[in-house]
Each structure stands twice: as structure tokens, then as C-alpha cells.
């Protein structure tokens, strides 16, 4: 969480173990008048189902809207199958968050979301895509699984995808839950898996940044013989023959 107070990050850990842990960070300022962010905090009730959380202000359009997700456990949930979560924006009012079913003690796990949304309607505004699905387990490692974006991109230059996934499987045979993503091409993105040894469910966004309004500057002019009229006809000089 950011802490606007001391202008520091700070970082919360499920169990206080006496294991270290390494982390990587950066801190990322959207600014302007266009970006509107908002932390929503998630305690789970049960596993297997979605569960809503309200942003404190109604998204404008949800199809400007992405997610950066976290999640942290207390207690002894560390199975494959309680290590991750899927989360998404379902409404203008509504973030939907979800264990995998076979995760336990519902009430140790937390999942925080960061709404980050773009408001900007003219120029070029923001897109976002969103798509889910199933990766079954089993094949060769390491496997990468190809899918459709849902709609082809103007420019991949300037667009981004997250994801966000869980896993079958109970024990701790890791890095089954782990995938990577990355867009391939204008249509598609995939995931890349080290192990495939348990089923993941996974959720998408294909993000397509927003670029500022476009300003035309004429540098061509053609002159026009004068008509005495509010619409010129003939381009100068006067007659058929036309100055290039």
C-alpha cells in the first residue's frame, strides 16, 4: 500500500514467519486529470464462488477500467490450490474476487485490488478487453497455450496485458499456479507455463492505452480564383489548366 504520509510503500505479510523473503517493487504515479484509482480490500467468506466488493465511486465504463491485483495468506494456506485468485470488474459498481474451491479457511485469505481507471473520451481513449477460460493440466513442458484477444488491436506497440489465475491441486509441488502472459500479436496473447501439472483458471485484461487528442496542422495549400462566392470552383489560375 501506498503511504501518501511518508511517501513510502508498505508491504504486508500474512504470516510474520521468521523465513525472509525477498521482494522487487516499483511505484507507478498515473497523473492528470483522466486517472482515477481506487484500493479495494477483499476478506473471502467462502471458496468456489464469487464475492463483490463496492468501489467508494461507480466506475464511468468498465471498458476503461483495469486491475492490479495482490493477494496475501495468514495461517497454514500454502497448497496449490489456495496460492492465487481470480479477480475482475463485472459492473460499474462491482469487483468480483474468487478462491479456488478447494481453497481453505476462506476467512485467511485476502485479496486487495487496485481499480485503476482512464476517463478520457476524446482523442484516442483507453480499451479494455477482458477474457477468461480453463488451461487443463497436462502436455509438454514447458507449454505455452495461444488465445484469442476478443477483438484486434490498432497498435500492439501500445497496448499491455495483466492476468490473474488459481489452481487445482492440493500440496505444494510449486510453480504449478504460476503462469506468465504476453500478447503475440494483434488478435492473440498466451500464457507460458513451466509446470502444467494441475488445471488453472485465469482471468485477462488487454489493455489499449489512451493517446491524446490528435491536432491536425495543414501544411498544403491550393489558391482558388475569387468567385465572389462562399465556395471557390476554379483552382488558380483562371481557366482549365491548374496550378499543380
Same mark, same amino acid.
Given at each position: 500500500?501506498?503511504?501518501?504520509?511518508?511517501?513510502?510503500?508498505?508491504?504486508?505479510?500474512?504470516?510474520?514467519?521468521?523465513n525472509?523473503?525477498?521482494?522487487?517493487?516499483?511505484a507507478v504515479?498515473?497523473? *492528470?486529470?483522466?486517472?482515477?484509482?481506487?484500493?479495494?480490500?477483499? @476478506?473471502? $467468506? #467462502? =471458496?468456489?464462488?464469487?464475492e463483490?466488493?463496492? %468501489?467508494?465511486?461507480?466506475?464511468?465504463?468498465?471498458?476503461r477500467?483495469?486491475?492490479?491485483?495482490?493477494?496475501?495468506?495468514?495461517?497454514?494456506?500454502?497448497?496449490?490450490?489456495?496460492?492465487?485468485?481470480?479477480?475482475?470488474?463485472?459492473?460499474?459498481?462491482?469487483?468480483?474476487?474468487?478462491?479456488?474451491?478447494?481453497?481453505?479457511?476462506?476467512?485467511?485469505?485476502?485479496?486487495?485490488?487496485?481499480?485503476?481507471?482512464?476517463?478520457?473520451?476524446?482523442?484516442?481513449?483507453?480499451?479494455?478487453?477482458?477474457?477468461? *477460460?480453463?488451461?487443463?493440466?497436462?502436455?509438454?513442458?514447458?507449454? @505455452?497455450? $495461444? #488465445? =484469442?484477444?476478443?477483438?484486434?488491436?490498432?497498435? %500492439?506497440?501500445?497496448?499491455?496485458?495483466?492476468?490473474?489465475?488459481?489452481?487445482?491441486?492440493?500440496?505444494?509441488?510449486?510453480?504449478?499456479p504460476?503462469m506468465?502472459?504476453?500478447?503475440?500479436?494483434?488478435?492473440?496473447?498466451?500464457?507460458?507455463?513451466?509446470?502444467?501439472?494441475?488445471?488453472?483458471?485465469?482471468?485477462?485484461?488487454?489493455?489499449?492505452?489512451?493517446?491524446?487528442?490528435?491536432?491536425?496542422?495543414?501544411?498544403?495549400?491550393?489558391?482558388?480564383v475569387?468567385?465572389?462566392?462562399?465556395?471557390?470552383?476554379?483552382?488558380?489560375?483562371?481557366?482549365?489548366?491548374?496550378?499543380?
Amino acid at each position: 500500500t501506498w503511504n501518501g504520509g511518508t511517501t513510502q510503500i508498505d508491504f504486508t505479510r500474512g504470516n510474520a514467519g521468521g523465513n525472509p523473503v525477498g521482494i522487487s517493487w516499483a511505484a507507478v504515479e498515473f497523473t *492528470g486529470a483522466n486517472w482515477v484509482v481506487q484500493r479495494l480490500e477483499h @476478506t473471502y $467468506t #467462502l =471458496s468456489g464462488v464469487d464475492e463483490a466488493e463496492t %468501489p467508494t465511486t461507480n466506475f464511468n465504463n468498465i471498458g476503461r477500467v483495469f486491475l492490479h491485483t495482490q493477494k496475501r495468506m495468514i495461517g497454514g494456506e500454502n497448497g496449490l490450490d489456495e496460492h492465487g485468485h481470480t479477480v475482475y470488474v463485472s459492473a460499474t459498481n462491482a469487483v468480483q474476487f474468487k478462491l479456488a474451491s478447494g481453497a481453505s479457511t476462506p476467512a485467511n485469505h485476502v485479496s486487495v485490488a487496485y481499480a485503476i481507471e482512464n476517463t478520457q473520451t476524446a482523442g484516442m481513449p483507453m480499451v479494455v478487453t477482458r477474457s477468461s *477460460g480453463t488451461i487443463t493440466a497436462g502436455g509438454s513442458e514447458p507449454r @505455452t497455450t $495461444t #488465445l =484469442s484477444i476478443g477483438k484486434t488491436l490498432t497498435d %500492439p506497440s501500445i497496448a499491455s496485458v495483466v492476468a490473474n489465475n488459481y489452481s487445482a491441486g492440493t500440496g505444494t509441488a510449486f510453480p504449478r499456479p504460476m503462469m506468465a502472459v504476453s500478447i503475440t500479436s494483434t488478435s492473440q496473447y498466451e500464457f507460458w507455463q513451466s509446470d502444467t501439472g494441475d488445471t488453472q483458471e485465469y482471468r485477462t485484461e488487454v489493455m489499449e492505452w489512451p493517446t491524446g487528442v490528435r491536432v491536425f496542422n495543414q501544411n498544403y495549400y491550393r489558391f482558388y480564383v475569387d468567385n465572389d462566392a462562399v465556395n471557390p470552383t476554379d483552382p488558380w489560375p483562371a481557366g482549365a489548366t491548374d496550378l499543380a
